[in-house]
């Protein structure tokens, strides 16, 4: 399908892209950024669009989840939760391919007003700058692990074992690096800030 000037949602776009293409933001259904990208790879060869759109990424960092045990599970976390990013050489058929992939709901960029009619313009996509892409990639390739652990401040707990077995109190304070929090406990009648092991507690709903 070919647009005219006026409908192209890239007809303003600098259409000198070098070999090595622009990457774009790109919006989709949350939870649904992995099925997008594997609907997106399908599509780029099965429509013969392999030389315009050229990679798909999910910009992810590591982490370190710690469980109720204690142990330490590897893992990764999207950086950008309800987004893919494409390089890509823009033109109307790429803008097609990617715009009608299941999931996807728009381009990141700058939304243009109808020449005629009422309701929203088409979205004009907008590539990331340099120094943008630079960034993402290098935070990908340089983050230490997070560590992470389904605990928070606020949180409920009950102790398991060692000296305060039994007590209840409420997170205060959480330290994943230590593998440590503190809750305030009842104690004699008073809340006492007491520093416990992720290990040693369990959360109450």
């Known amino acids: 399908m070919s647009f005219t000037d006026d409908q192209s949602p890239v007809a303003e776009q600098n259409k000198k892209s070098s070999s090595e293409g622009h990457w774009f933001a790109v919006q989709v259904a949350s939870g649904c950024e992995k099925r997008v990208k594997l609907n997106l790879e399908q599509r780029i060869h099965t429509l013969d669009v392999a030389d315009r759109i050229l990679q798909v990424e999910i910009p992810k960092t590591p982490i370190v989840k710690i469980r109720k045990d204690g142990a330490r599970v590897q893992g990764e976390e999207k950086i950008f939760p309800g987004y893919v990013l494409i390089r890509m050489i823009m033109d109307d ?37 340099h120094g943008e892409v630079e960034r993402i990639f290098r935070h990908v390739d340089e983050q230490e692990p997070v560590v992470k652990i389904d605990m928070e401040i606020g949180d409920h707990v009950m102790v398991l074992s060692g000296p305060f077995k039994d007590f209840e109190g409420d997170v205060i304070e959480v330290s994943p690096e230590r593998s440590k929090l503190k809750a305030l406990l009842s104690i ?18």
């Open 93 to 129: 058929d790429a803008w097609q391919v990617v715009k009608n992939t299941p999931h996807v709901i728009n381009f990141v960029g700058s939304e243009q007003k109808r020449h005629y009619g009422r309701g929203r313009g088409h979205v004009l996509p907008m590539p990331l700058s």
């Open 188 to 205: 004699f009648g008073r809340e006492t800030p007491v520093e416990l092991e992720f290990t040693q507690v369990e959360k109450q709903n």
